[in-house]
């Protein structure tokens, strides 16, 4: 176990991945995997060395990721900043996000909307930056991955029904005046999985390839030997290349990761529980890392379903070496 030196005690995350909707036909299941990965890898002594409790993250999932949820777990975010004067917040969200055509309005689509009544139910652009903005923390970084691929949830086929019965609204990645109002403020860091209608895509069953390319960047794919913590500007550093290279190998399609650091860089998370890169770097540590990876999918895959809070995901780490 590493000391509490080691930890990143001043790191505060809340995780949403919508995964099942109230509406079945919007659910996105990968969405889940994707936060229970980030999770794991958060709270893993031997990686992020985030506190594992209540206390540090918040983690909402399928039936757990209502509009009132996630509005209750940034107003807990903003009493952590409150108490803790050096606290870095990290906010992942992992659902639909669309685009009314008539008013240009931006909405992330929580578990709890209501088909017929889409605008109103969900968690407009206005609401989720209004409660951003009361969080008073110095360092914060926000991911937004809302523009999901076709298939990623049902077939190809069902998707084309889906644009049909939601014809008045367009899948898009957050505008960029949705973006600067969310860096409002000092040290406000925002990255999307994509920019306009390009789609965020799957690697495999296990997570979409922007996730896959986050928990590579938080083991150090984006820094240099010698280096024991993870800034936000080597996370954007490796997606910003990974994820377009992966996209055109595995889909042959375009999806560029986008980033707004006009915040400032700060640290977001340990390096391999502060020990930090060896002398040759994110290659010596590459295979392992891989496995980690491995490790913490094979495991959501055996368990993930039954995984929606925090209490459930504890004890399940990527720390492991997988054999």
Same mark, same amino acid.
């Given at each position: ?9 001043? =790191? ?19 969405? %889940? ?6 999770? @794991? ?143 409002? =403020? ?30 590579? @960047? ?13 800034? %936000? ?35 977001? @998370? ?5 020990? =930090? ?21 094979? %495991? ?24």
């Amino acid at each position: 176990m590493s000391d509490n030196s080691s930890k990143f005690n001043n =790191g505060y995350a809340l995780l949403v991945g919508v995964g099942e909707s109230a509406y079945s036909k919007l659910s996105l299941p990968v969405t %889940v995997k994707d936060t229970q990965a980030i999770y @794991a890898a958060l709270i893993d002594p031997e990686l992020c060395g985030y506190p594992d409790d209540k206390e540090h993250i918040r983690v909402l999932n399928n039936r757990e990721a209502t509009q009132a949820a996630i509005l209750d777990g940034l107003n807990w975010l903003k009493e952590k900043a409150k108490s803790d004067p050096k606290a870095t917040i990290f906010i992942y969200y992992s659902g639909h996000g669309w685009v009314d055509k008539d008013t240009q309005k931006y909405y992330l689509l929580q578990h709890d909307i209501k088909p017929t009544k889409l605008a109103k139910s969900a968690l407009s652009a206005e609401t989720f930056t209004s409660e951003l903005r009361q969080i008073e923390a110095e360092q914060l970084l926000v991911v937004i991955d809302s523009c999901h691929a076709a298939g990623m949830a049902t077939s190809k086929e069902a998707d084309l029904e889906l644009e049909e019965e939601f014809d008045d609204f367009i899948r898009v990645a957050p505008s960029k005046g949705f973006i600067d109002e969310l860096k409002k =403020g000092k040290g406000r860091i925002v990255f999307t999985s994509s920019e306009g209608e390009q789609k965020s895509y799957i690697k495999d069953n296990s997570c979409s390839i922007y996730t896959y390319h986050f928990l590579e @960047a938080l083991q150090g794919a984006g820094n240099k030997p010698g280096d024991t913590d993870v800034r %936000v500007s080597n996370i954007m550093n490796h997606l910003g290349k990974a994820v377009s290279e992966t996209a055109r190998q595995l889909c042959n399609v375009e999806q560029n990761p986008q980033f707004d650091m006009t915040g400032g860089d700060f640290i977001i @998370a340990k390096l391999w529980g502060g020990k =930090g890169l060896p002398s040759k770097g994110w290659d010596e540590v590459k295979p392992e890392a891989t496995q980690k990876i491995n490790k913490i999918a094979d %495991v959501i895959n055996q368990h993930g379903k039954f995984i929606t809070n925090i209490n459930e995901a504890r004890g399940i780490h990527i720390g492991d070496v997988y054999n």
